[in-house]
Protein backbone atom coordinates (compact mmCIF):
# COMPACT_ATOMS: atom_id res chain seq x y z
CA UNK A 1 0.00 0.00 0.00
CA UNK A 2 2.50 2.05 0.82
CA UNK A 3 4.97 1.72 -2.25
CA UNK A 4 4.70 3.58 -5.82
CA UNK A 5 2.05 2.84 -8.19
CA UNK A 6 4.78 1.33 -10.61
CA UNK A 7 5.06 -1.22 -7.88
CA UNK A 8 1.61 -2.10 -7.74
CA UNK A 9 0.60 -0.12 -4.39
CA UNK A 10 -1.29 2.83 -3.83
CA UNK A 11 1.07 5.23 -2.68
CA UNK A 12 -0.51 6.14 0.55
CA UNK A 13 1.33 7.28 3.71
CA UNK A 14 3.11 4.51 5.84
CA UNK A 15 0.93 5.16 9.52
CA UNK A 16 3.40 3.97 11.71
CA UNK A 17 6.10 5.84 10.77
CA UNK A 18 4.39 8.87 10.55
CA UNK A 19 2.96 8.24 13.85
CA UNK A 20 6.77 7.85 15.37
CA UNK A 21 7.85 10.86 13.64
CA UNK A 22 5.26 12.74 14.67
CA UNK A 23 6.18 11.20 18.48
CA UNK A 24 9.67 12.34 17.89
CA UNK A 25 8.88 16.00 17.25
CA UNK A 26 7.79 16.11 20.69
CA UNK A 27 10.90 15.77 21.51
CA UNK A 28 11.82 18.33 19.95
CA UNK A 29 9.85 20.74 20.79
CA UNK A 30 10.52 20.29 24.36
CA UNK A 31 14.53 20.83 23.54
CA UNK A 32 14.03 23.55 21.95
CA UNK A 33 14.69 26.84 24.59
CA UNK A 34 12.66 29.38 22.42
CA UNK A 35 9.39 26.72 22.98
CA UNK A 36 7.84 28.32 26.17
CA UNK A 37 4.71 25.77 26.53
CA UNK A 38 2.86 25.02 29.65
CA UNK A 39 2.98 21.39 28.73
CA UNK A 40 6.60 20.90 29.02
CA UNK A 41 6.35 21.09 33.08
CA UNK A 42 4.94 17.66 32.75
CA UNK A 43 8.22 16.49 30.28
CA UNK A 44 9.50 18.00 33.17
CA UNK A 45 8.05 16.26 36.18
CA UNK A 46 8.52 12.77 34.63
CA UNK A 47 12.41 13.59 33.81
CA UNK A 48 13.11 15.69 37.58
CA UNK A 49 14.62 12.28 39.25
CA UNK A 50 16.82 11.85 36.66
CA UNK A 51 18.81 15.26 35.43
CA UNK A 52 15.98 16.99 33.58
CA UNK A 53 16.29 17.59 29.46
CA UNK A 54 19.86 15.94 29.96
CA UNK A 55 18.26 12.83 29.89
CA UNK A 56 17.34 12.98 26.36
CA UNK A 57 20.45 14.32 25.22
CA UNK A 58 22.30 11.35 25.43
CA UNK A 59 22.90 8.14 24.02
CA UNK A 60 20.92 5.70 25.18
CA UNK A 61 19.31 2.50 23.51
CA UNK A 62 15.74 1.57 23.83
CA UNK A 63 16.96 -0.87 26.28
CA UNK A 64 18.74 1.21 28.17
CA UNK A 65 16.39 4.10 28.67
CA UNK A 66 13.77 1.47 29.64
CA UNK A 67 15.69 0.01 32.31
CA UNK A 68 17.13 3.50 33.17
CA UNK A 69 14.07 5.64 33.00
CA UNK A 70 11.07 4.63 34.97
CA UNK A 71 8.13 7.10 33.81
CA UNK A 72 4.50 6.36 34.57
CA UNK A 73 2.82 7.71 31.56
CA UNK A 74 2.51 5.41 28.62
CA UNK A 75 2.47 8.21 26.00
CA UNK A 76 5.85 9.35 27.26
CA UNK A 77 7.28 6.22 27.90
CA UNK A 78 6.14 5.63 24.72
CA UNK A 79 7.87 8.89 23.08
CA UNK A 80 11.52 7.97 25.13
CA UNK A 81 11.61 4.66 23.35
CA UNK A 82 10.40 6.42 19.65
CA UNK A 83 13.65 8.87 20.77
CA UNK A 84 16.34 6.16 21.74
CA UNK A 85 15.44 4.35 18.04
CA UNK A 86 16.11 7.27 16.17
CA UNK A 87 18.69 9.06 18.53
CA UNK A 88 21.34 6.26 19.56
CA UNK A 89 24.02 6.20 17.56
CA UNK A 90 26.16 2.59 18.33
CA UNK A 91 29.46 2.61 16.31
CA UNK A 92 31.91 5.66 17.23
CA UNK A 93 33.38 7.04 13.79
CA UNK A 94 36.69 8.84 15.12
CA UNK A 95 38.30 9.66 17.72
CA UNK A 96 36.16 12.99 17.18
CA UNK A 97 33.32 11.32 17.30
CA UNK A 98 33.95 9.97 20.51
CA UNK A 99 35.31 13.41 22.44
CA UNK A 100 32.41 14.74 21.29
CA UNK A 101 29.46 12.44 22.54
CA UNK A 102 28.09 12.96 25.67
CA UNK A 103 29.08 11.12 28.86
CA UNK A 104 25.85 11.46 31.00
CA UNK A 105 22.67 8.81 29.99
CA UNK A 106 25.40 7.23 26.81
CA UNK A 107 24.77 3.51 26.38
CA UNK A 108 27.88 3.13 24.48
CA UNK A 109 29.80 4.40 27.77
CA UNK A 110 29.72 1.64 30.26
CA UNK A 111 30.68 1.09 34.05
CA UNK A 112 29.86 -1.70 35.40
CA UNK A 113 27.13 -2.84 32.22
CA UNK A 114 24.91 0.60 32.86
CA UNK A 115 25.66 3.62 31.16
CA UNK A 116 26.67 6.56 33.29
CA UNK A 117 24.07 8.86 34.66
Do not use: Q
Not at 2 to 22: C, H, P, Q, T
Not at 39 to 50: A, G, R
Not at 52 to 63: A, C, M, R
Request: with cysteine; hydrophobic share 40%.
Amino acid sequence: MINVYSEGALKMIDIASFNRSLKATWIKKYLDKENCGSWKSFFDSELEKYGGEVTLTGNLNIKDSRNIIEVSDPFFKEILEIWSAANYEENIMSDYHFRSSPLWYNSVVRVENRPVF
